[in-house]
């Protein structure tokens, strides 16, 4: 998406089309587009005429992009578990790696980057009942190696919501959740880029009835946020302005219709109390 997002750039700022720009390395205009937008691979040929088209003659900024193509091109570590993980989470596998910061909410289960092993374990259970114990076991570790973002020497800012409901369903039985709980505890109590909060059961309806989303932002000026909705067999990702306003606009109300993040502990632990 870098990739692509500076080739956009580079295109717009020499006045030319998708089409015109395609000429050259014999692509079409679709071809130009899904470039751009990050949804193939590059080759660097390609990449070395389109440069040469938009006049970049400056060997240290072709270099550049040459290391971000070839960066592009290299396989994540999530790419040895693609036996248990469709081609549309993948993707997503890598927008979170390099987001700065992801916005979530949660209104099944506790958020996938906040999940103990076991409670993951469950999680994944339900949604793969027919699977076997090693496929299982494959897909928590690909979700608790998610994980590790968080405490990264640069982690990104989580800040997630939860439906209160999320939190009193015992998936995996009370022993499971309580361990759970107690987790989402000590995440918010020792990592200061994590923020938790809870929207109670006395809230009623809320900004985002529709279901679970997550909004996110990366570093790099070229790249867009972007809106990902997970749903059983695919995925939506969205990123026009328009329709990532309207994301921004549900998340920004829930943060003010949720309680606040001071009371998100003392909340976990009625939850707890609750549950013995």
Same mark, same amino acid.
């Given at each position: 998406?870098?990739?692509?997002?500076?080739?956009?750039?580079?295109?717009? $700022?020499?006045?030319?089309?998708?089409?015109?720009?395609?000429? +050259?390395?014999?692509?079409?205009?679709?071809?130009?587009?899904?470039?751009?937008?990050?949804?193939?691979?590059?080759?660097?040929?390609?990449?070395?005429?389109?440069?040469?088209? #938009?006049?970049?003659?400056?060997?240290?900024?072709?270099?550049?992009?040459?290391?971000?193509?070839?960066?592009?091109?290299?396989?994540?570590?999530? #790419?040895?578990?693609?036996?248990?993980? /469709?081609?549309? *989470?993948?993707?997503?596998?890598?927008?979170?790696?390099?987001?700065? =910061?992801?916005?979530?909410?949660?209104?099944? *289960?506790? +958020?996938?980057?906040?999940?103990? $092993? $076991? #409670?993951?374990?469950?999680?994944?259970? =339900?949604?793969?009942?027919?699977?076997?114990?090693?496929?299982? %076991?494959?897909?928590?570790?690909?979700?608790?190696?998610?994980?590790?973002?968080?405490?990264?020497?640069?982690? /990104?800012?989580?800040?997630?919501?939860?439906?209160?409901?999320?939190?009193?369903?015992?998936?995996?039985?009370?022993?499971?959740?309580?361990?759970?709980?107690?987790?989402?505890?000590?995440?918010?109590?020792?990592? +200061?880029?994590? %923020? =938790?909060?809870?929207?109670?059961?006395?809230?009623?309806?809320?900004?985002?009835?529709?279901?679970? *989303?997550?909004?996110?932002?990366?570093?790099?000026?070229? =790249? /867009? &946020?972007?809106?990902?909705?997970?749903?059983?067999?695919?995925?939506? #990702?969205? &990123?026009?302005?328009?329709?990532?306003?309207?994301? *921004?606009?549900?998340?920004?109300?829930?943060?003010?219709?949720?309680?606040?993040?001071?009371? %998100?502990?003392?909340?976990?632990?009625?939850?707890?109390?609750?549950?013995?």
């Amino acid at each position: 998406m870098m990739v692509g997002a500076q080739l956009r750039r580079l295109r717009e $700022e020499r006045g030319l089309t998708r089409a015109e720009a395609g000429e +050259p390395i014999r692509a079409s205009e679709s071809k130009i587009s899904r470039m751009e937008l990050g949804r193939v691979g590059f080759k660097e040929r390609d990449v070395l005429d389109l440069l040469s088209l #938009y006049d970049v003659r400056d060997e240290g900024e072709r270099a550049a992009l040459l290391a971000r193509v070839r960066e592009a091109n290299a396989s994540g570590w999530w #790419y040895a578990y693609r036996d248990v993980t /469709p081609n549309w *989470f993948q993707r997503y596998l890598g927008l979170e790696a390099t987001a700065t =910061l992801i916005r979530s909410y949660e209104v099944q *289960f506790v +958020p996938g980057l906040l999940q103990t $092993e $076991e #409670y993951a374990r469950a999680v994944v259970r =339900l949604g793969h009942g027919g699977a076997q114990e090693h496929e299982v %076991t494959r897909r928590v570790r690909l979700r608790l190696g998610r994980q590790q973002i968080l405490s990264r020497p640069d982690p /990104p800012k989580l800040w997630a919501v939860v439906d209160e409901a999320a939190l009193r369903r015992p998936v995996g039985g009370p022993r499971v959740m309580r361990d759970q709980l107690e987790a989402l505890i000590a995440t918010v109590t020792k990592m +200061p880029n994590v %923020t =938790l909060q809870v929207v109670p059961l006395a809230a009623g309806g809320h900004a985002a009835a529709g279901g679970a *989303f997550s909004i996110l932002r990366f570093a790099q000026p070229d =790249l /867009p &946020d972007l809106v990902y909705i997970e749903q059983l067999t695919s995925a939506l #990702y969205l &990123d026009r302005r328009e329709d990532v306003d309207c994301y *921004f606009d549900a998340v920004n109300r829930l943060f003010v219709e949720a309680a606040p993040a001071k009371d %998100t502990v003392p909340i976990l632990d009625q939850i707890i109390r609750d549950l013995r």
